[in-house]
């Protein structure tokens, strides 16, 4: 959407196909700078989307037939959106990013047990990648994928993460290895991370207390409580240099705590 987009404007222009509202993403505390007020005009130009949330999903079905989709093209929807600016109607044309539910999982093995240590954890995914494509890139490259799912929020749109699971550890640890991706289509092109998929754990370590830090590199690859971290990674040490993840590390701009809920029910 145009950066200086009102709230007003926009339900004016999709008003028309059903009730609806427009949420604006992300955290507004994250996007405010000190000193700033947090109008809705700074949240747009900070991300240049918002989401649109109808009621029924007919009045989609409906806003689509109103959309173009340019010749040759790999399939966009574009919407000519109308706003008042300075007492001058001005035609702008936005694209509309529409989600099929049945897209966010895929199953190839009904049978296949989930297993949360042959799962990875992907982020910063495009909005447009579906269950089925991220399956087919993963199997390709890595091995064996057995289900896919894709994190979506509670009006079940994609939330910009999802989970792979492959049949085989050494496909889950040749994953894990990239830690990077790019993912190039002709609809877009980006870099996805690839980290292991957290479930709650003890530290494996002292087996005393809880490990909410995982070590990722390959040496370690085990949970920590955060006395055995310290212990395992002192400064100036050949393990100074890993990374820990955890459960709630924050990995994008969306709302993580769903995100996490989804990954409570995966076995
Ligand atoms: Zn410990
Ligand atoms: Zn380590």
Known sequence: VPWDV?????????????R???E??????????PGQNRGT?????????????????????????????????AGEWYFRLKA???????????????????????VEDPGARLDAKKTVFVGALHGMITAHVLFSIMNELYGK????GIDTDKYKYPIGSGRVTFSSHSSYFRAIECAFLEIKTSKFSKRVQIDPFLEESECMICHQSVGPYFCRDRGCFRYHC??????????????ATHRYLTRNTPRNNRDPIDLLNLGNSLI
């Open 24 to 33: 604006w993403p992300g955290n507004e505390a994250r996007f405010a700078r």
């Open 6 to 18: 009102t709230e007003d404007a926009l339900l004016e222009a999709f008003g028309p196909y059903g």
């Open 84 to 106: 008042k600016r300075n007492n001058t109607i001005e035609t702008r044309q936005v694209q509309i990013i529409p989600w099929v539910v049945s897209d966010a999982s895929y």
């Open 41 to 73: 005009i700074t949240r747009g130009k900070v991300t240049g989307y918002v989401y649109m949330i109808f009621d029924h999903e007919h009045s989609v079905r409906q806003l689509l037939r109103d959309c173009s989709q340019e010749f040759g093209s």
């Open 145 to 148: 994928v057995v289900f896919v």
């Open 20 to 22: 609806c509202r427009v």
């Open 226 to 239: 955060s006395m055995c971290w310290q212990r395992r990674h002192p400064p100036g040490s050949l393990n």
